[in-house]
Each structure stands twice: as structure tokens, then as C-alpha cells.
């Protein structure tokens, strides 16, 4: 099966269908490559590779479904991974969030 929806993540890959569930009748897929890189700056298993096991919708989300974590399986949304959009480049680090904070005091008179 070939995703064809354009605003779908893996438009225009290849995918394997696994099976259909019947609860919310979520159709779920195999991963073509294979692995995910955990982004999200707060998750525990932040900068690790995890073998993708399948990936399926969540309303309007897609999440992927991994061998790893505590339990040997954790779901992840795409946005907590390599696949995900890129961090905005103004997203504030500490130091700029301290910067604005001197900022801040330096208005009030402090």
C-alpha cells in the first residue's frame, strides 16, 4: 500500500499493512526505516535510537509505537522524534530565558 494523502507524514511511502483495529478502527502500519531518535529535550530516553515496531494515527497525531522504555514498548509522538517538525530556531534556551530575565529587571529598576 502506497500513503496518498497529501498531508500525511509518509505520503507517497510504501507501507506493509499489520491489521485494522477494530476499536476506532485505526489502521496501523509497518515502519519502512525501521527507527526513530527520541528529541523531546524533557523525555528520559532523550538522543536514544528505538526500533520502530508500527506506526498508527491518534485523531489528527501520529504516533509511533517502540521496542524500548520500561514496560519493552513506549509510544511516542512523531513530534518527540527525529520525524517530527525541527525546533523553531527563536525557541528560547536557559541562557536566553536568563538573558530575559536581566531584561526584565532592568525595566522594573531592580
Known amino acids: 500500500m502506497i500513503v496518498t494523502h497529501p498531508?500525511?507524514?509518509?505520503?507517497?511511502?510504501?507501507?506493509?499493512?499489520l491489521h485494522v483495529k477494530r476499536r476506532g478502527a485505526d489502521t496501523v502500519?509497518?515502519?519502512p526505516s525501521g527507527f526513530v531518535i527520541v528529541t523531546h529535550p524533557f523525555h528520559p530516553l532523550n538522543g536514544q535510537r528505538l526500533e520502530v515496531l508500527h506506526v498508527k494515527?491518534?485523531?489528527a497525531d501520529t504516533v509511533f509505537v517502540c521496542s524500548?522504555?520500561?514496560s519493552g514498548?513506549?509510544?511516542?509522538?512523531?513530534?518527540?522524534?527525529d520525524r517530527g517538525e525541527p525546533p523553531l530556531p527563536r525557541r528560547l534556551s536557559?541562557?536566553?530565558?536568563?538573558g530575559l530575565d536581566t531584561l526584565a529587571r532592568s525595566l522594573?529598576?531592580?
Open 7 to 17: 498531508f500525511h507524514p509518509l505520503n507517497g511511502q510504501r507501507l506493509e499493512v
Open 29 to 31: 502500519f509497518v515502519d
Open 57 to 59: 494515527r491518534r485523531g
Open 68 to 70: 524500548g522504555g520500561v
Open 73 to 81: 514498548q513506549i509510544t511516542l509522538p512523531q513530534a518527540w522524534t
Open 94 to 98: 536557559a541562557e536566553g530565558l536568563a
Open 108 to 110: 522594573r529598576g531592580r
